[in-house]
């Protein structure tokens, strides 16, 4: 069994976020073309002679490319539902977000009650997907909720079990010892557990802090 020829191995995405209040006005200097080109242009200064002869753009090429006009639905159907189909048949696949603080990772990933972010839209279609397969599958979905914080590791759903460590079992696969795993049987559920441990997260303004949330799906047929 393998994944369908049409998805890549690794898709890398950027997103561009709206302008912050203290920053509406000013000169645009992040573009986006052809919906995966990024163009930086620093903003003009007509005092700088130094770099007045310089190119004032810098151009990057992405697998895919969002404009913070680009919706949360945007931004899950062209990154995570192409790979929905194959973790129902058994593969495993990560969606992460990686930025400095305040660009937006939360909100890309956990969104809001109005405007559901990538987590919640993929659980849902999971969890629609099993309903369609239960005449012949029987699924159980666990997921787990971790902080890496200064090189230390985090339960957030069982925050009274201190620092976790990374082991490696007989198999060769490395594990976080002690994490805790809870079953959830709907979107509403994994969502408010989310939320729950949202609110552990360290709140510090610093670029060193991370967060992830893993499912897993066991299917019996």
């Known amino acids: 069994m393998a994944p369908p020829d049409s998805l890549h191995n690794l898709t890398v995405a950027v997103r561009v976020r709206p302008p912050s209040e203290q920053h509406v006005g000013r ?18 200064d007509e005092d700088d002679i130094l770099r007045a002869k310089r190119s004032r753009e810098k151009r990057y090429m992405f697998d895919i490319a969002f404009d913070s006009y680009n919706t949360q639905l945007d931004v899950y159907l062209a990154t ?9 048949e058994g593969f495993n696949s990560t969606v992460f977000a990686y930025g400095p603080t305040g660009t937006g990772k939360t909100y890309t990933m956990l969104g809001t009650g109005d405007n559901p ?62 994490l805790s795993e809870f079953e959830a049987q709907s979107t509403s559920e994994v969502m408010s557990i989310l939320h729950e441990g949202n609110t552990r997260r360290v709140k510090q303004e610093v670029p060193d802090t991370q967060f992830s949330t893993g499912f897993q799906m066991n299917r019996k047929d």
């Open 80 to 88: 995570t539902k192409p790979i929905i189909g194959s973790v129902i």
């Open 27 to 44: 000169d645009r200097i992040v573009h986006v073309l052809d919906g995966q080109m990024v163009i930086l242009t620093d903003p003009r």
């Open 117 to 178: 972010g990538i987590m919640a839209l993929a659980v849902n279609e999971i969890f629609a997907l099993i309903r369609k397969a239960k005449e012949h599958s029987f699924f159980t979905v666990t997921m787990s909720y971790l902080e890496v914080y200064n090189e230390l590791i985090r339960d957030l759903l069982a925050p009274d079990s201190g620092d976790l460590e990374l082991r490696e079992d007989n198999s060769g696969l490395v594990t976080v010892a002690g």
